[in-house]
Nanobody, 121 residues
Framework: QVQLVESGGGLVQPGESLRLSCAASGSIFRIVAMGWYRQAPGKQRELVATIASGSNTNYADSVKGRFTISWDSAKNTEYLQMNSLKPEDTAMYYC???????????????WGKGTLVTVSS
């Protein structure tokens, strides 16, 4: 069974930084793409950032220039470096991975259970 575990969330003041980590473990043949999503109170889940093979990245307009997604393929771990945090960044952050468990198997999307980021003064 594949598992994704997030870490690094917490309470910070506006302008501070956090780095989130998401470690994938289990039977993994190939990770096609990884990403981060978030859900703020009273809002729908939204895309934060994604990264695919070839380091092709995509960011939500609200985080461009402040957040950076990266992927350590050797460790099957993705990161989200969050700088200049704002109160509106407060949300539960979820990582995901689109991966192939075997060479001949299909690709599925897996999700972590989330890590809470609270930005408040």
């Amino acid at each position: 069974q594949v598992q994704l575990v997030e870490s690094g969330g917490g309470l910070v003041q506006p302008g501070e930084s956090l780095r989130l980590s998401c470690a994938a473990s289990g039977s993994i043949f190939r990770i096609v793409a990884m990403g981060w999503y978030r859900q703020a109170p009273g809002k729908q889940r939204e895309l934060v950032a994604t990264i695919a093979s070839g380091s092709n990245t995509n960011y939500a307009d609200s985080v461009k220039g402040r957040f950076t997604i990266s992927w350590d393929s050797a460790k099957n771990t993705e990161y989200l470096q969050m700088n200049s945090l704002k109160p509106e960044d407060t949300a539960m952050y979820y990582c995901n991975a689109d991966l192939q468990r075997t060479v001949e198997g299909p690709t599925f999307r897996y999700w972590g259970k989330g890590t809470l980021v609270t930005v408040s003064s």
